[in-house]
């Protein structure tokens, strides 16, 4: 018998294993491309699923968690702080905004983690790894590099799939917690 907190747990755990699998994967094939400044992390596509299951929340938190774990080596323990909170602030966004709609898109929604983790992760990066102090117009650049990376993986990747996912009714038969 299937319950809704065990949707629930099943749910946010395969996104959470999606999430740090994709990650690595990437990171391993291509080094850097998913942990640098500017960077498209094609796991951030998932954070889609904020949208239809509030399971995602703690799935994309933890998946986040999992994948910097795997880069501590390089970023030090902050990533795993500030680009796992930012990961939190973003689903928790995108969830709340997962019924605000232009032309039938989830526009809104999709800005949320370009805006959290522009401004978490360039403060971030700003604070930890650019020598010299904070200055705020670096700040600026790095927060824009961060959010350039995000709205073009939700903008090319994330919107087209939000819409198969509505297309093909998986957000009645799969994702829905019942």
């Known amino acids: 018998m299937k319950t809704k907190s065990t949707m629930y747990i099943v749910q946010a755990a395969v996104i959470a294993a999606l999430y740090a699998v994709l990650t690595i994967l990437q990171n391993t094939l291509l080094p850097g491309s998913a942990s640098m400044a500017v960077q498209f992390r094609v796991s951030e596509v998932l954070t889609i699923l904020a949208l239809y299951t509030p399971a995602a929340i703690p799935g994309l938190t933890i ?8 880069s501590l080596s390089t970023l030090g323990p902050y990533d795993l702080i500030f680009g796992s909170l930012a ?9 709340l905004l997962r019924n605000k709609r232009i032309l039938g898109l989830p526009v ?7 805006l959290a983790n522009g401004i978490i992760v360039g403060f971030e990066i ?3 790894f650019v020598e010299g102090g904070f200055h705020f117009l670096s700040f600026l650049l790095q ?9 073009a993986v939700l903008f090319i990747l994330g919107l087209p799939l939000s819409k198969l996912i509505e297309s093909q009714k998986f957000d009645k038969k799969l994702l829905a917690l019942k």
């Open 63 to 70: 998946g986040c968690v999992i994948a910097n774990i795997s």
């Open 87 to 95: 990961s939190l602030v973003a689903a928790l966004l995108m969830y």
């Open 108 to 114: 809104a929604a999709a800005l949320m983690p370009a």
């Open 126 to 128: 700003e604070f930890f």
């Open 143 to 151: 927060g824009g590099l961060v959010a350039l990376g995000e709205l």
